[in-house]
């Protein structure tokens, strides 16, 4: 399911591009996306195998209203392949490739207390630099941390926390014992 949702992910997104319509079809998406998980009703019609795919293409043309015709066109086709129960997996692709476009770097600052505003602007900026890519920076406060800061960028992480030097020291007496 995870590659039928990659392929039908980057289809859309060239269409997106070449349209110029990449930050629109992924705010659409994530509208029909969340009014899917709102609505059974919704989630019944679309993902049963009882409706047929041109019931569920004309009743998507009904529904829809104020969505772009590529992306009421991607849903119809969606319908049609019977590949409408993959729409979230859709989405979560599309929202990679949205961010690879425009180099977000997804960046997690975990630390025991609260940050100054300067600080995590100061790791922000210093982590764009070794990248070159624009951080979306979370910062989070987990008072198991201890002291120090876990810093993760993407799927690297970097554990500069008091609780990390710990286990690691544990790690070295154990291996030594």
Same mark, same amino acid.
């Given at each position: ?30 509208? !029909? ?10 989630r ?6 009882? !409706? ?21 066109? !991607? ?14 997996r ?5 929202e ?43 910062g ?38």
């Amino acid at each position: 399911m995870e590659e039928i949702a990659r392929i039908y992910a980057q289809s859309l997104f060239e269409a997106a591009v070449d349209r110029e319509k990449v930050d629109q079809i992924k705010a659409e998406l994530t509208t !029909f996306s969340q009014a899917v998980d709102a609505s059974e009703d919704l989630r019944l019609f679309l993902f049963s195998p009882y !409706f047929s795919g041109e019931e569920k293409r004309d009743g998507i043309a009904r529904i829809i209203d104020d969505a772009s015709p590529e992306f009421v066109n !991607f849903l119809q086709l969606l319908a049609e392949k019977h590949r409408l129960p993959a729409i979230h997996r859709i989405k979560d692709q599309y929202e990679v490739l949205w961010a690879e476009h425009y180099k977000l770097l997804p960046v997690t600052v975990t630390s025991a207390v609260e940050l100054p505003q300067e600080t995590v602007e100061k790791i922000a900026r210093s982590v764009e630099a070794q990248t070159g890519r624009k951080v979306e920076l979370d910062g989070r406060v987990d008072d198991s941390v201890i002291g120090g800061i876990v810093l993760q960028v993407g799927n690297m992480v970097l554990d500069a926390s008091i609780r990390g030097r710990l286990d690691r020291l544990r790690k070295q007496v154990t291996a030594n014992a």
